[in-house]
């Protein structure tokens, strides 16, 4: 699928996610994901929308229709720029005692871990980009997913600045990926 | 809220006695931190806008806002219904060009507000609509008359506010204005629950309106317009398409001069009619399904279009696999989204059609090599025009349009409702002025037409209004007849009656093989009776004498009239394009 990612800076206000799935409902176009939380700045949100579409001129009606709103204070196609875009997912595996151990060491690489421990089941947790999440689903499924949920795509983009910061930070910290 | 203000503050409402600006503004310093009641504020903020009428309906929630329009000095016109009012700010706006103001309860009173607001909408009409709202404590728990008015509303509306605290009020009134009447215009809501209409907070309405996210294009880019001018120089075959963006960006007298200079010919949208003259020998009519041969030809054949605030909708481009296939286009328009929405655009201008074409009156400095093309159009012009057949079969509804024309000398404002009549009435007036036509487009709003001629009289008092219905649509908004009679508006009310819904029967006719499903209306009430009981004069005409007759003794008389036209049953309007066709595969054109 060719999605695009939009990177959308709204008035946090009442009905401001109403305006912008009315919009998508009126329009008729498809949205994979949205993800909507309160932004560095004072009242205002920023949300993050993954297109089910990459028809350009699809894409750039969306685009201006959203831009129309008056509450949207910025657009933004960042699918082709240099961004960090994470989702969480928190999955229920069947786990009996005995593969447990298996179980960890599976979802180590994937810098997962168990947040809650069950009888028969444990829940996990990971972040990371779409595919890696789908990824872990699919070694964690023979075993049994018995609840799952994922956020859906937040994303920014990088600027110079974050960039650097995060050549840093990795160097401190094994753990980043 | 200061309790302070409310000590040192001195009577309530500030005396509005002349209609002077500047002394008032000067009162305004004092007045602006005066302490008033939502309700007051509301007053006060309409007195501020110059608001002259306001089309509205009481009910319980709006109690507080009446208890102060109470001998405000604010013309309030009644409706008998919700749709009669915000149809009438409708046809006030159109004329006017300011903005239509609506009062209405909430519940009911408001979601009876839906169709003019999606009408609205899609014509691109300035209206600010004040809903009333149940208390704020009680938002939610489906009171007594509540509705989710903003949820209901936001898909057609061009923005909407539930105003939670009365220190609002004031600035999202001024917002609320400012949004509806620049850009593109369009509606805008305000939901009032009634705790915010009595409480009192201070009211301020000199800061200026600041949204960040509403910063619509005026200023059109020049490199853009320069390339316009080089493929007008290059040109071989263009054509000016204008819509009603020409109107609201009251262009009108540039695009004449645009079209005179470069000598393109000129099609209009239904919406556009009047922004170019109906007589200019470069006007090729309206384009579109009942448009001209003329003007579907040079859209079909041209190789630059040049768009002047239309948008591309379906009725007037016909299958768009076949719409202006070896054109440039060009597309001027003030909501960028328009731009490429149905129409791929070579060159997208974002801006106000009135400044682009002043650009462009000083990049083109005369015709470019087209007159072949010209001459050929106008020849199809002469020899294609709107035709129907006079016969001794009855009464033409075609005939009655022209004979309107004439009897009006073309100086009417027309007023149509939907359907048949409204195609003829875009066919045979010759509108030779801008904002002369009042019809719904987009929407397609049966019932539109007798509360938009209320709207538009009262907007332009001084012009005669000719409301030409169809029997279908008159009947679905028959009621506002009491606003005619109450406020003696003399509009001349003719109803072109063919017992039918004629525009259903006539597709049921060409592509349903003549099964008529419920499209006669074989029951009409005594249309005469019906006016007299309203303590309007009727008449009933059934021949071209006695029509002609009683409309010059119609206009001739200072107040309303309603005249029942019984027109041929059969007709149809042609020329046309059937659904699914290219614009170059029309039907019924003249032989």
């Not at chain 2, 768009?307 to 440039?328: E, P, Q, S, V």
């Not at chain 2, 149905?342 to 400044?355: F, K, L, Q, W």
């Amino acid at each position: 699928m060719n999605a695009r990612i939009l990177n959308v800076v709204v008035n946090n206000r009442t009905g401001v996610l109403n305006r912008i799935t009315g919009l998508f409902l009126k329009r008729g176009f498809n949205i994979q994901s949205l993800t909507v939380s309160p932004s560095e700045i004072d009242g205002q949100s920023r949300m993050t929308i993954v297109l089910a579409t990459g028809d350009e001129r699809i894409v750039e009606q969306v685009i201006k229709q959203l831009s129309k709103q008056i509450d949207v204070l910025k657009v933004q196609d960042i699918t082709d720029q240099p961004i960090v875009a994470r989702e969480l997912v928190l999955i229920r595996v069947h786990s009996p005692i005995p593969t447990r151990a298996e179980l960890t060491s599976l979802i180590e690489p994937f810098r997962a871990s168990v947040i809650d421990v069950g009888r028969d089941s444990v829940t996990i947790e990971a972040t990371g980009k779409p595919e890696k999440i789908d990824a872990l689903l699919a070694l964690l499924r023979p075993y049994g997913i018995k609840e799952l949920a994922r956020t859906g795509l937040t994303s920014m983009t990088r600027d110079s600045e974050t960039v650097q910061e995060i050549a840093r930070f990795a160097k401190s910290n094994a753990l980043w990926v | 809220m200061s309790t302070g203000a409310e000590a040192a503050a001195p009577k309530p409402m500030p005396e509005k006695s002349g209609a002077e600006p500047s002394p008032q503004a000067q009162g305004r310093q004092v007045h602006s931190a005066l302490e008033l009641t939502g309700a007051e504020m509301l007053v006060e903020a309409l007195r501020r806008e110059g608001v002259e009428v306001l089309f509205g309906y009481p009910g319980g929630a709006v109690l507080p806002v009446y208890d102060a329009l109470y001998q405000c000095g604010i013309r309030h016109i009644l409706p008998r219904h919700e749709q009669g009012a915000i149809h009438a700010a409708e046809g006030y706006a159109r004329v006017t060009g300011r903005p239509g103001v609506v009062l209405a309860t909430s519940g009911p009173g408001a979601t009876n507000l839906v169709t003019g607001l999606a009408d609205a909408m899609m014509d691109s009409l300035p209206l600010v609509v004040f809903t009333g709202q149940v208390a704020t404590a009680v938002i939610g728990t489906d009171a007594f008359q509540e509705a989710s008015v903003l949820g209901i509303t936001m898909p057609v509306t061009k923005h909407s506010y539930q105003v939670r605290d009365v220190a609002e009020l004031p600035r999202v009134i001024k917002e609320a204005f400012h949004i509806a009447t620049t850009g593109r215009p369009g509606p805008v809501l305000i939901d009032l629950p009634k705790d915010i209409t009595s409480a009192k907070g201070v009211f301020h309405y000199d800061a200026p309106v600041c949204l960040p996210g509403y910063q619509p294009t005026i200023e059109p880019n020049r490199l853009q317009l320069r390339k316009l001018a080089a493929a007008v120089a290059t040109a071989r075959r263009p054509v000016i398409l204008a819509g009603a963006g020409i109107l609201h960006a009251r262009a009108h007298t540039l695009l004449r001069q645009f079209a005179e200079r470069t000598r393109i010919p000129v099609v209009h949208t239904l919406l556009g009619l009047g922004g170019f003259p109906g007589n200019h020998e470069l006007f090729l009519g309206m384009g579109g399904m009942h448009g001209t041969f003329a003007a579907n030809h040079a859209l079909y054949e041209t190789d630059l279009l040049i768009n002047f605030g239309a948008r591309f909708d379906d009725r007037l481009t016909g299958n768009l696999n076949h719409f202006a296939r070896r054109a440039k286009v060009a597309h001027i328009d003030i909501d960028p989204a328009e731009i490429g929405k149905n129409v791929e655009t070579d060159i997208p201008v974002v801006g106000d059609a009135g400044r682009a074409l002043e650009v462009l009156l000083q990049e083109c400095t005369g015709p470019g090599h087209y007159e072949d093309w010209v001459s050929h159009l106008l020849e199809l012009k002469r020899d294609y025009p709107f035709w129907y057949e006079r016969d001794d079969s009855g009464l033409k509804p075609q005939w009655v349009v022209e004979e309107i024309c004439r009897a009006t000398r073309g100086e009417a404002i027309v007023v149509t409702d939907v359907g048949q009549h409204q195609m003829w009435a875009a066919q045979f007036y010759s509108f030779a002025e801008p904002n002369r036509f009042v019809t719904s487009g987009g929407l397609g709003t049966m019932g539109f037409g007798l509360p938009a001629a209320i709207g538009a009289q009262l907007g332009d008092p001084s012009r005669v209004v000719a409301a030409v219905l169809g029997d279908g649509g008159f009947q679905m908004t028959v009621q506002e007849l009491a606003v005619v009679a109450q406020y003696q508006l003399p509009i001349k009310v003719i109803v072109l009656n063919n017992s039918a819904l004629g525009m259903v029967r006539q597709w049921q006719e060409l592509f349903y093989q003549g099964r008529y499903s419920h499209s006669l209306l074989s029951f009409q009430p005594d249309y005469v009776k019906l006016a007299q009981a309203y303590a309007i004069p009727g008449y009933r005409v059934e021949d071209e004498e006695s029509c002609a007759a009683i409309l010059r003794e119609a206009l001739a008389q200072p107040g309303p009239v309603l005249i029942e036209c019984r027109v041929t049953s059969e007709e149809n309007v042609y020329p046309m394009v059937a659904p699914g066709s290219g614009l170059h595969e029309m039907i019924g054109v003249k032989p």
